[in-house]
């Protein structure tokens, strides 16, 4: 069931997305829009508490129930950012808003990176903090070994995305010919 409830949540953030945004470049209703996409929390607050419910009735701590709190760290962490990215891009094909800012190259690319990688750190707490508590709640009663490598998992995370941030620090990505390094995300990372 706990798995299944992540794909309807991954579903749902994709239909919220598409159905808020579309609200708010195509029917020209942006506070309609904007209640929609908030909406998206609350399918994270149903799997967490699907999730607790699921322990709490006595079931053995597996893979799922750290898939459940993966996904909810990866929300916490990269939700708004995500949602900033795609509005920028909507706004630009369908409202006729200014093109979205890239990456960039060089330093810009590498401050870039390490943002990107701050947003893991926060995903992987939260990820980190809701195993924690499982792997407390279950106790001695249950094994928790799962819950455990799942933590684990979420280490190797934030090791592998600084190791990309530590990559693009020492060898910058250049600029195509014509093209000039610039600061670009200064204004929609915020």
Known sequence: MIVALIIACEVGFWVLLAAGLGLRYL????????????????????????TTLDLKNGAEPD??????????GYTVGYGHYTIKWLDGHAAHRLAGGPKPAG??????????????????????AVALGLLQ??????????DVSSLEAWQFGALRAV?????????????????????????VLAKTER
């Not at 190259?105 to 893991?120: C, F, Q």
């Not at 508590?133 to 249950?142: H, L, N, Q, R, S």
């Open 27 to 50: 029917a020209r209703m942006p506070r309609l829009g904007a209640a929609v996409l908030l909406c998206e929390p609350l399918m994270e607050l149903a799997l967490l508490v699907v």
């Open 63 to 72: 893979w799922k129930h750290g898939l459940a709190a993966l996904y909810i």
């Open 103 to 124: 990456a960039g190259y060089g330093k810009a690319r590498a401050v870039h990176e390490w943002k990107l990688w701050v947003r893991t750190v926060v995903a992987a």
């Open 133 to 142: 508590v499982a792997i407390w709640y279950v106790g001695d009663a249950g």
């Open 159 to 183: 090791g592998i995305h600084a190791l990309v941030a530590v990559a693009y620090t020492i060898w910058p990505k250049k600029a195509p010919a014509g093209e000039e390094e610039r600061p």
